[in-house]
C-alpha cells in the first residue's frame, strides 16, 4: 500500500544534479516525481521513477549515494483545501509529517499527496479509516 | 624586528661552559642517571638486558650511542606510572599529554623534577628579558598541558608578577593585559596574532599597552609569522621549545639573536639521528631530534625520540652562551599534527570515526589556519548502503562525528559530509592529511 521513492544525497557542490539527471536520463528513465530538499551543506534528491528498480541499479552503479524509501501517497480531488483536510487528519491523530509533496498529473481532476510520517502504519489506518484512498506504485 | 629586549644570562654557570667542561658534567650526570634508570625502572632495565649493556658500560657522553632508543609508545604501554622511577610518594605532579590511540602519554614530576623545570624555563624567560620588575601573563592552558604552569614555574622563579590568565576568553584577555600592564606574553604563536587582530576590532589600541616581548611555542611557527606577531603586538616574539616527556617548556629557547634555540644541555642532553637508519647524525645535519634527561628523577628518560625535525649548532652565539642550538622544527618523522598547541594523530580521528555508523573510513583530514588560528576539516564518506532520506538523519550523523572527534583530539573539527566514492582512493599509502598552513 505504499509508494516507492529515491533518496540520492548529493553535495552542494556544482555539475551534482546534472551528473543524477543525465545518468538517467541516457538511459531513458522517466521522472514522475523529483523534489529537493536542501541545506547549507548539501542536498536530498527525492523522486520516483516510472522504473524505480532500473534506475537504482543506474545510480548504485554510477557510484551515488542512493536508497529506496516507502511513502504514503493518497489521492484527493483537485480542490481547494483538500491537502489541509489530509494534513489534519495527522495532526488530530499527532502524527508527525517528516515531509510532504504533491503534484497533479496533467489530464487528470486529482491530486497526489506523498508524505513520509512518523508512524507509517498508523497513518495508513487512519486514513484507510476515514475512506480517503491511498495510492500503490502501479496506481501511480 | 624590534629587538629592543634586554636579554640576559640567567645561569651563567652552566649556560657558559666550555665544550669540555659541559661534556664532563654531561656524562657524569649521564652516569647517575643510567644508574637510577637501570635500577628503578623495569622498561629500561629489560631493554638495557636484551642490549646487553651495564650501567658501567656508560662512562661519559660518547657512550650514549650504546643505549636503546625510547619512543612515545614505550611510554604508552607503561601506562600510567610504569617509567616511574621514584616511589608514588616522592611524585608531586602528573602532566600528560594526548596519544595516537585515546590513551595518554604521562609524565610524573618529583620536586626536583619541578625545580628542574622552572630552572630552565627561568632561563628560558630571561633570553626574553623577563625580570622581578616583569609582569607576565601566561595564556597558555593550565591543567594536563605543560604549558601554562611550565611557563608560570619560570616566571615565579625569576620573581616577576605571574597572571595566569590560562587559555580563551580573547576580551578578557586583551583587556587583562592592557589594565595589568603585562610586559610579556606567553601563548601560542597563533593565539598571539588572534590577539593582535582582535585587538584592533575590539577598539583597543596597542599604545595603550605595555607588553614588550613574547614567549610563544607549543606548535611550530615560521619567520614569516614572527614578523606578524612582531607587528601587530609591537614587541619582540621568541620561540619556546619543549615536550611534556622531557620537561615542558623551557627545554630550549631562542635568544634576542632570534635564530635558533639554545638547549639545555646540563640537563637534557640533543641528538640529531637519522629517523630511518637511527645513526646520529653530525652538527648542520637534519634529522630527527633525541633527547636524554640527565637531572630528572621521577621518570628520567633516555634517548626518547621527539618525532621532531631540525638541526643542532654549535657555532658561537653572539648572545655569549655557549650552548648547542636547535633550528627551528621543520617537520614531524611521524603523521603526528600540532593544533592549536594539541598534538593530534590522524589515527586518533580515524579510531572516532569508525564509532559512527553511517559513514565509511574513506576520510581526508585538511588543517588550515585562518584568521590565524588553526581550525580542521574533515572530509568523510557516508556509508555505500546508507538511505538518504531524512535531512535529519543525514544531521545526526554529522553530529555524531563532531562529538566523537571532539572526545578523541579535544578539539572541535568541521565535519563534511561526501558523496560514497567521492573521496581520491590513494594507491599505496594512502593521503590522509593535506596541512595547508604555510611552513
Known amino acids: ?140 | 624586528m624590534k629587538g629592543t629586549l634586554k636579554d640576559y644570562i640567567y645561569r651563567p654557570e652552566y649556560e657558559c661552559l666550555s665544550r669540555s667542561e659541559m661534556e664532563n658534567l654531561q656524562s657524569e650526570r649521564l652516569r647517575k642517571t643510567v644508574e637510577l634508570v637501570y635500577n628503578h625502572c623495569k622498561p629500561y632495565r629489560a631493554k638495557m638486558d636484551e642490549f646487553k649493556i651495564k650501567p658501567s658500560d656508560i662512562r661519559s657522553v660518547a657512550d650514549l650511542s650504546k643505549l636503546p632508543f625510547t619512543v612515545k609508545h614505550d611510554l604508552r604501554a607503561a601506562y600510567p606510572f610504569g617509567f616511574y622511577t621514584a616511589p608514588q610518594r616522592d611524585i608531586v605532579e602528573v602532566h600528560a599529554s594526548s596519544g595516537t590511540t585515546g590513551k595518554l602519554t604521562v609524565v610524573g614530576y618529583t620536586q626536583n623534577d619541578i625545580d628542574v623545570w622552572a630552572e630552565v624555563a627561568a632561563r628560558g624567560l630571561a633570553m626574553a628579558g623577563v625580570t622581578k620588575d616583569s609582569l607576565v601573563h601566561v595564556a597558555y592552558g593550565y591543567g594536563l598541558f605543560t604549558g601554562g604552569l611550565g611557563a608560570h614555574y619560570g616566571s615565579q622563579k625569576i620573581g616577576a608578577s605571574t597572571v595566569p590568565a590560562s587559555a580563551g576568553n580573547t576580551i578578557r584577555q586583551l583587556t587583562l593585559l592592557r589594565d595589568f600592564g603585562a610586559t610579556h606574553l606567553c601563548c601560542t604563536p597563533s593565539y598571539a596574532i588572534f590577539l593582535g587582530t582582535e585587538l584592533e576590532k575590539a577598539g583597543m589600541d596597542i599604545k595603550d599597552f605595555n607588553l614588550q616581548g613574547g614567549v610563544f611555542g607549543a606548535e611550530p611557527w615560521t619567520y614569516q609569522m614572527r614578523e606578524e606577531i612582531e607587528r601587530v603586538l609591537n614587541i619582540d616574539a621568541l620561540d619556546i621549545y619543549g615536550l611534556s616527556e622531557i620537561s615542558g617548556p623551557g627545554v630550549a629557547m631562542e635568544c634576542m639573536q632570534k635564530h635558533g634555540s639554545h638547549v639545555q644541555e646540563d640537563h637534557f642532553i640533543p641528538e640529531i639521528i637519522d629517523p630511518e637508519t637511527l645513526e646520529p647524525l653530525p652538527f648542520g645535519s637534519e634529522g630527527e631530534l633525541v633527547f636524554t634527561t640527565i637531572t630528572k628523577t621521577g621518570q628520567p628518560l633516555i634517548r626518547y625520540r621527539t618525532r621532531d625535525l631540525c638541526t643542532l649548532s654549535d657555532e658561537k652565539c653572539a648572545c655569549g652562551r655557549t650552548t648547542v642550538k636547535m633550528s627551528k622544527v621543520k617537520g614531524r618523522s611521524d603523521d603526528m599534527l600540532i593544533i592549536r598547541g594539541v598534538n593530534v594523530f590522524p589515527s586518533q580521528i580515524e579510531a572516532a570515526i569508525m564509532n559512527v555508523a553511517g559513514v565509511s573510513p574513506h576520510y581526508m583530514i585538511y588543517v588550515d589556519r585562518i584568521n590565524n588560528l588553526d581550525v580542521i576539516e574533515i572530509d568523510i564518506e557516508l556509508a555505500g548502503n546508507l538511505t538518504p532520506d531524512r535531512v535529519s538523519d543525514i544531521e545526526n550523523i554529522k553530529k555524531k562525528v563532531e562529538t566523537e572527534v571532539n572526545s578523541y583530539i579535544g578539539l572541535s573539527a568541521k565535519i563534511k559530509l561526501c558523496e560514497s566514492g567521492s573521496i581520491r582512493r590513494s594507491e599505496g599509502k594512502a593521503v590522509r592529511v593535506v596541512d595547508r598552513r604555510e611552513q
Not at chain 1, 502504519?121 to 486514513?127: G, T
Open chain 1, 1 to 140: 500500500m505504499l509508494v516507492k521513492q529515491l533518496s540520492v544525497f548529493m553535495e552542494n557542490r556544482p555539475g551534482r544534479l546534472y551528473k543524477l539527471t543525465h545518468a538517467l536520463g541516457q538511459e531513458g528513465i522517466d521522472f514522475v516525481t523529483l523534489s529537493i530538499a536542501d541545506t547549507k551543506d548539501f542536498g536530498i534528491v527525492r523522486f520516483i521513477a516510472r522504473d524505480n528498480e532500473r534506475a537504482y541499479e543506474i545510480l548504485k552503479a554510477a557510484g551515488f549515494t542512493v536508497g529506496i524509501t516507502e511513502l504514503i501517497g493518497v489521492e484527493v480531488n483537485d480542490r481547494p483545501n483538500a491537502l489541509a483536510e489530509v494534513v489534519a487528519l495527522m495532526e488530530e491523530a499527532n502524527i508527525n509529517i517528516e515531509y510532504l509533496y504533491s503534484f497533479v498529473l496533467t489530464n487528470h481532476n486529482t491530486a497526489k499527496i506523498l508524505m513520509r510520517v512518523e508512524d507509517t502504519d498508523r497513518a495508513v489506518k487512519l486514513l484507510k479509516e476515514k475512506g480517503i484512498r491511498l495510492l500503490s506504485e502501479k496506481i501511480l
